[in-house]
């Protein structure tokens, strides 16, 4: 009996070594999206006022004094043979994004950048400015005083700027005017789509989604389609809104495809958890060479006809580093991030070793240059 017994735990531990490191573990509403809940762009144009001396030429931007004449025109003001000068107003563009299930009423950001030449936004105030969407309809009206983080100052012979200060933001400067035409509640089923799509993240969702309706409705509801959605037909006797609420707060495994992602502007480099590399040699070494330049004068003799010449002299000086060859076998991160840093090298070499490494075949990761 002992013996089955420690038979037993030797299988179990045997199955557990096999089964590898357990796979991140997250909520549904942190993985994956409504596609019913979808964000909305909008747009508008419109002019800010009361800037200081920076706002657009009018002579270099006509668009600006055209949209002030009629923004004059519409509050009664007639401007008609009149030439203005003023530099205190500039044209904008006006952007937000339309939050799903957004009700009339409730106030959202918005984003300003200056059209013309303005120089600076800062201390200036957002006039009406109305804000469409895709299908040209009015979704959203937008005014308020803009918030601009950056700042810029200077004279006549030096400036200083920090940031940007031809752009800004409204808090809570646009009130919604009008609800998107779809309606949650409406809806015959649900569709959840992936943020990073994965086949096996999205087979475990519908499994973790099909054994809680198997246990709240006595039968699976979810299927997955592809990598990135999952459609999830609604019980006939299901709230939709306490369905969606119970859904999003199941826990599922993630998982994601081996990846290296590289930034050699910057020399970032991100290795993902399951990336291998075969048992591969690498030897790296830097060869410098400096050329120094220092011309000599030559004076000629006393009281002799000669005449002052300039000998080249050129210093060359050749080093080369490194050189050493070390055995990288990355059957965990850990061991790769070591047998990297056991070589010495900097970021820049490290990108150019993994790009080698890749060509060889021996990386079994997708090898990302941004």
């Known amino acids: 009996m002992r013996n089955l017994f420690s038979h037993a735990l030797a299988m179990i531990a045997c199955l557990l070594l096999a089964a590898g490191p357990a796979l991140p573990a997250a909520r549904i509403k942190d993985v994956a999206s ?34 002030m004449r009629a923004m004059l025109q519409n509050l009664g003001i007639s401007m008609v043979g009149t030439q203005t000068r003023a530099k205190n107003i500039a044209a904008v563009l006006v952007t937000a994004t339309l939050p799903p299930f957004a009700s009339p009423g409730s106030r959202i950001d918005v984003t300003v950048g200056s059209l013309g030449d303005a120089s600076s936004l800062r201390g200036g105030t957002l006039v009406m400015t109305s804000l469409s969407g895709a299908d040209g309809q009015i979704y959203a009206v937008a005014q308020g005083s803009i918030v601009v983080t950056g700042i810029s100052a200077g004279g006549e012979a030096a400036t200083v700027q920090q940031g940007v200060t031809t752009a800004g933001r409204v808090p809570n400067g646009a009130i919604i005017e009008r609800e998107l035409p779809s309606r949650f509640k409406d809806s015959s089923d649900l569709v959840l789509q992936l943020r990073n799509p994965d086949f096996s993240t999205a087979v475990g969702m519908a499994d973790a989604i099909n054994r809680y309706a198997a ?13 990135q959605s999952v459609y999830i037909a609604k019980p006939k006797m299901a709230d939709l809104a306490r369905l969606m609420a119970d859904i999003e707060n199941l826990v599922v495994e993630t998982d994601v495809p081996a990846r290296v992602v590289v930034n050699e502007r910057t020399g970032t480099i991100v290795i993902g958890q399951d990336v291998r590399i075969s048992p591969v040699a690498v030897s790296y070494g830097t060869l410098t060479v400096q050329i120094n330049e220092m011309p000599k004068v030559v004076q000629p003799e006393p009281f002799s006809r000669g005449e002052t010449a300039v000998e080249p002299n050129t210093d060359i000086l050749v080093q080369q580093d490194g050189g050493t060859v070390a055995l990288l076998d990355g059957s965990s991160l850990r061991s790769l991030v070591s047998g990297l840093n056991s070589i010495g090298v900097k970021p820049d070499g490290i990108i150019s070793i993994l790009q080698s490494i890749k060509t060889a075949g021996a990386l079994q990761a997708e090898l990302v240059l941004q």
């Open 34 to 67: 409504l596609q019913a809940g979808r964000d909305n762009q909008l747009i508008g144009y419109g002019l800010v006022v009361g800037l200081q001396g920076t706002g657009d030429s009018m002579r270099s931007s006509p668009f600006t004094e055209q949209s």
């Open 215 to 227: 246990a709240q409705y006595g039968s699976p509801i979810a299927e997955s389609r592809d990598s």
